[in-house]
T-cell receptor, first 112, second 110 residues
């Protein structure tokens, strides 16, 4: 079946550091890929998405590129802020029912 | 914006109790989902529903049931709570533009 693997956290960075959170997937066909973010005490929010190979999703300074050849969708941000501290989930959707398959989540902690 | 409201933020229940987790949406969305969130495991789908009185098992339905008597409300039921059901439970709806999640219910079974 489909699966998503993302780097374990926590990831601890200083403010303005460069961020990469790795995400790789296993799926048949051509899934859509997503990054969700969960701020403390809140539900998940869609951060960005990409629906086909070589698409780049971007939002709030975050970017991720759909790489079919490496089955990856790594999340990057050039300069993180304390307010980016959250848990980040990589996910895919590969079926007509639109159900999501999630990775294990990566906690990001940004220190001033 | 769509709002998905989960009735309780925190719950503490005893082993063997019957537990109801409620989720209400304020739009007319057919698709509703219940996930549980555990550290390192991400979100795992328990049950989902495509319409009133319809339900489908997700990946981990054992020990749970659901009820969807009205379109706006989707309830998750733990028939006899056990300590391994201690978790964060998230409800979500789906529309064309994507998922909307509730804030979650953190359930502790003692």
């Amino acid at each position: 079946g489909d699966s998503v693997t993302q780097m374990e956290g926590p990831v601890t960075l200083s403010e303005e550091a460069f961020l990469t959170i790795n995400c790789t997937y296993t799926a048949t066909g051509y899934p859509s890929l997503f990054w969700y973010v969960q701020y403390p005490g809140e539900g998940l929010q869609l951060l960005l998405k990409a629906t086909k190979a070589d698409d780049k999703g971007s939002n709030k300074g975050f970017e991720a590129t759909y790489r079919k050849e490496t089955t990856s969708f790594h999340l990057e941000k050039g300069s993180v802020q304390v307010s980016d501290s959250a848990v980040y989930f990589c996910a895919l959707n590969n079926n007509a029912g639109n159900m999501l398959t999630f990775g294990g989540g990566t906690r990001l902690m940004v220190k001033p | 914006d769509v709002k998905v409201t989960q009735s309780s933020r925190y719950l503490v229940k005893r082993t063997g109790e019957k537990v109801f987790l409620e989720c209400v949406q304020d739009m007319d969305h057919e698709n509703m989902f219940w996930y549980r969130q555990d550290p390192g495991l991400g979100l795992r789908l328990i049950y989902f529903s495509y319409d009133v009185k319809m339900k489908e098992k997700g990946d981990i339905p054992e020990g749970y049931s659901v009820s969807r008597e009205k379109k706006e409300r989707f309830s998750l039921i733990l028939e006899s709570a056990s300590t391994n059901q201690t978790s964060m439970y998230l409800c979500a709806t789906l529309r064309a533009s994507g998922y909307t999640f509730g804030s979650g219910t953190r359930l502790t079974v003692v």
